[in-house]
Nanobody, 125 residues
């Protein structure tokens, strides 16, 4: 069974920083694309950032460009999301996800098959 486990969420004030981690086990670590998505109780799932297995392709949502950085440490089987200059609108449950197929839209959640349980990020002002 493929397992993805997020951690690092929490509560911060506007302008603060957090680093999310996703421990990847099973075949998901060798997936073609892995990424971060976020969702609130009323909003649709939003792609935040995604990266290819070889780290040659990286895509960010316009809303987080210049503030968030996605990276992958294959030796530690861990995916990271460094979040800086956080805003209240960044508040959401953040999920890591993986797909074993090649996709054209890296931030389309319907392209991903494996999901973690999510970690809550709350930004207050």
């Amino acid at each position: 069974q493929v397992m993805l486990t997020e951690s690092g969420g929490g509560s911060v004030q506007t302008g603060g920083s957090l680093r999310l981690s996703c421990l990847v086990s099973g075949s998901a670590y060798g997936s073609n694309f892995i990424g971060w998505f976020r969702q609130t109780p009323t909003d649709e799932r939003e792609g935040v950032a995604a990266i290819s297995n070889a780290a040659k392709q990286i895509l960010y949502a316009d809303s987080v460009k210049g503030r968030f950085t996605i990276s992958r440490d294959k030796a530690k089987n861990t995916l990271y999301l460094e979040m800086r200059a956080l805003k209240p609108e960044d508040t959401a449950v953040y999920y890591c996800a993986a797909t074993q197929i090649f996709v054209l839209d890296l931030l389309d959640s319907t392209n991903y098959s494996y999901w973690g349980q999510g970690t809550q990020v709350t930004v207050s002002s």
